[in-house]
């Protein structure tokens, strides 16, 4: 069965500090990687999207970049954290035919 | 561009109560998706609609899709304290040019109370 990994489970990080979230998918092969972020514990906002390795879609202009090292394999990052990078951040996978998924989340406190 | 209007936004219902959540998108879609949120935690999937006229169930919630209308329901029946929570609509975008790059775009929530 597939299942989803997503962690730290809560991040506590100072103004300008560098993030590394990771989020692994087992039991799949080639799905579409997605992080979303939630502010303010209302709607989710598409970050960025992957349909392969390597290959990254940015939905909007940010102080947060994504990569694809590994097929099931998604990192966010930031090389600066802002006080607005505060947010529930969730992973999800989709595969052909398949519903979305999402990982249990991360809590970012930037402080 | 995509949007997606849910409404209320807000719901605080009495126990035994029915109510309906709105879900209006603006394009055609593939598919129509109903999550939950527990305060906290992450997204539950609770119905996938995919063509028009879909009804499907599941206990004391019912969700429907009219394509034609852009108009997806989830309609709560005797509602009870454990229904409580955040609901979202969410509709698939085709992304063009991409195989199968679909991505979820997201109503605003229903935060749903129900009252004892």
């Known amino acids: 069965s597939q299942t989803i990994h997503q962690w730290p489970a809560t991040l506590v990080q100072p103004v300008g500090s560098p993030l590394s979230l990771e989020c692994t998918v087992e039991g799949t092969s080639n799905p579409n990687l997605y992080w979303y972020r939630q502010a303010a514990g209302r709607g989710l906002q598409l970050l960025f999207y992957?349909?392969?390795?390597?290959?990254i879609s940015s939905e909007v202009p940010q102080n947060l970049s994504a990569s694809r090292p590994q097929d099931r394999q998604f990192i966010l990052s930031s090389k600066k954290l802002l006080l607005s990078d505060s947010g529930f951040y969730l992973c999800?996978?989709?595969?052909?035919?398949?519903?979305?998924?999402f990982g249990s989340g991360t809590r970012l406190t930037v402080v | 561009e995509l949007k997606v209007e849910q409404n209320p936004l807000f719901l605080s219902m009495q126990e035994g109560k029915n109510y309906t959540i709105y879900c209006n998108y603006s394009t055609t879609s593939d598919r129509l998706y109903w999550y939950r949120q527990d305060p906290g935690k992450s997204l539950e999937s609770l119905f996938v609609l995919l063509s028009n006229g879909a009804v499907k169930q599941e206990g004391r919630l019912m969700a429907s899709l009219d394509t034609k209308a852009r108009l997806s329901t989830l309609h709560i029946t005797a509602a009870v304290h454990d229904l409580s929570a955040t609901y979202f609509c969410a509709v698939d975008k085709k992304s063009v040019g991409l195989e199968y790059g679909n991505k979820l775009v997201f109503g605003a929530g229903t935060i749903l109370r129900v009252k004892s």
């Open positions: 992957s349909v392969g390795i390597g290959q």
């Open positions: 999800a996978w989709r595969a052909l035919l398949t519903s979305y998924t």
